[in-house]
């Protein structure tokens, strides 16, 4: 999967939202204009029951089966990972509108709110949760025991054809450096690009270790004790969960609308009842220190640990803006040439 993905998905919902308007009927857009309203559109298994379940009256969740679907939908509200939503034409989007929300959580997620656009300019996202990438070791307390080393472990020789890497070659990148050496290095190692089932193949015992973002092992850790998460005291790669408002008649499409979001329903994040179950999950909203550490004391340390850890730590994590066309194709042509 190349780095020129993004800009086909890119095309992808331009056209899909093209021929869907081109083909739909009067009648069933006009259904669509009537219920659109108050739907939450989200990625099956990549949003939280407990807080889809408090929605307001009349507000429903729609589970879909992957990004496309959601950016396609016409919904009021769609949740969608940052790459998903900044690869989104601006004119898709309109200004989330939550300001008090917004200035509540802590300052470092205020780039991912303006979508990495200019300080100054409008905030278009709710980011309700972050997660950093992490190295999941399955029997190998060997090499949890060497976790100082960083990302440097992904290169430990008793691992190569057993790792699992992101299919975001950019991610992979990230992880040690865009030099070509060590990139070839670790193109080396790899069983598979695959995060999303690639704790399929740890837990098969085909893989050793897989690189992911925290959130989708934090719920496995208590019940299997064969698990080594190392974050890495150097930082990791950032992905991130927003919610984002699609204008209303973009691309021709009746979607979007001007009702106001459901402002109290977002302020349930700081409701300690909810905040605890999405912790239990992995989804760790970006709130202030002071408000989380109290919820995460009732947690196994190493966890709370993983979920929120120093301010040193998460001062050295860091997001992936969107790359511009030239940057991508500097990243896909190095990424070619490291290949095996």
């Given at each position: ?40 559109a ?64 802590a ?20 980011p309700?949760?972050?997660s950093?990438?992490?190295l ?30 992101p299919?975001?070659p ?13 990139l ?22 085909e ?37 984002v ?66 301010d ?20 896909q042509?190095?990424?070619d040439?490291?290949?095996?």
């Amino acid at each position: 999967m190349g780095f020129g993905e993004a800009l086909s998905r890119r095309q992808l919902l331009r056209l899909g939202l093209i021929s869907g308007a081109a083909v739909a009927a009067p009648g069933l857009l006009a259904g669509c204009q009537r219920d659109r309203d108050q739907v939450l559109a989200v990625v099956e298994g990549q949003f939280p029951q407990a807080w889809s379940q408090q929605l307001p009256a009349g507000w429903q969740p729609r589970w879909l089966g992957d990004p496309e679907a959601v950016a396609r939908s016409t919904a009021a509200l769609w949740s969608l990972s940052d790459g998903w939503a900044s690869a989104l034409p601006r004119q898709q989007i309109q200004p989330i509108g939550v300001a008090a929300e917004l200035q509540q959580l802590a300052p470092w997620a205020g780039p991912v709110s303006r979508l990495f656009a200019p300080e100054g300019s409008p905030a278009l996202a709710f980011p309700w949760a972050f997660s950093p990438w992490v190295l999941v070791l399955r029997n190998r307390p060997d090499l949890a025991q060497r976790r100082a080393e960083g990302w440097q472990l992904l290169l430990d020789p008793s691992l190569k054809g057993q790792l699992v890497l992101p299919s975001s070659p950019r991610v992979a990148m990230a992880l040690l450096g865009d030099g070509l050496e060590p990139l070839m290095a670790l193109r080396r190692q790899a069983l598979a690009y695959d995060e999303r089932h690639g704790l399929n193949l740890l837990l098969s015992g085909e893989a050793q270790a897989l690189v992911t973002p925290l959130q989708r092992v934090i719920p496995l850790l208590r019940r299997d004790q064969r698990l080594q998460v190392v974050l890495p005291a150097s930082g990791a790669p950032l992905s991130w969960q927003l919610l984002v408002r699609p204008a209303a008649g973009a691309t021709g499409l009746v979607t979007g609308s001007g009702a106001p979001l459901p402002a109290a329903w977002i302020q349930k994040l700081w409701d300690r009842s909810l905040l605890e179950s999405l912790l239990l999950k992995g989804w760790v909203p970006p709130l202030p220190r002071a408000v989380l550490e109290p919820v995460l004391r009732g947690f196994p340390k190493p966890v709370a640990q993983l979920l929120l850890p120093s301010d040193g730590v998460l001062e050295r994590c860091w997001s992936l803006p969107p790359l511009a066309p030239g940057a991508r194709l500097a990243l896909q042509t190095l990424w070619d040439a490291a290949a095996p």
